[in-house]
């Protein structure tokens, strides 16, 4: 076998492991699935994992111009971005994130300051961080059961 075909038949045959190891938080698929706003993903995993969870554990299709994985650059810079579209300009832009590190970098610019941001109960985050993102301003808290309430 060449070694690029046994390279992308081990990928495949670890993507769909790599599936099977991992689930959504309970109420994230039908949040993702009935929102009535448009949803970008910016995540620091390659952009086809990212979708290929989405798909097979939410049933939901993002189109991958709307998904920003590793190599799209910081996420800071992604947001820059997405706030300069056209189709985005006026509106309320949202930024729900689980690791606080990441909500820090994101007011430290300036240029983002229209952005609302969210520190997410659940995944990398620890009582510690929760609790000092409560002193932030800019920070709320998002519980997961309000989650499907915010992308409304």
Known sequence: ?????????????????WIGANRLYPGVPDA???????IYIVTTKQSRFADALLRE???????????????????????????????????KLHFVEDRLATL???IKEPELDGWNLYLGDWGYNTQKEREEAATIPRIRILEL????????
């Open 57 to 91: 554990l939410a049933g939901v299709t993002i189109p991958p111009e709307r998904i920003f994985g590793l190599g799209s650059g910081p996420k800071v810079e992604v947001l820059k971005q997405l706030q300069k579209k056209p189709e985005h300009q006026g509106l």
């Open 145 to 152: 059961s309000d989650f499907s309430k915010k992308l409304k």
């Open 1 to 17: 076998m060449h070694a690029e075909h046994y390279f992308k038949a081990k990928l495949s045959c670890d993507l769909t492991t």
């Open 32 to 38: 993702l699935k009935f929102a009535s706003s448009t």
């Open 104 to 106: 820090k970098n994101v």
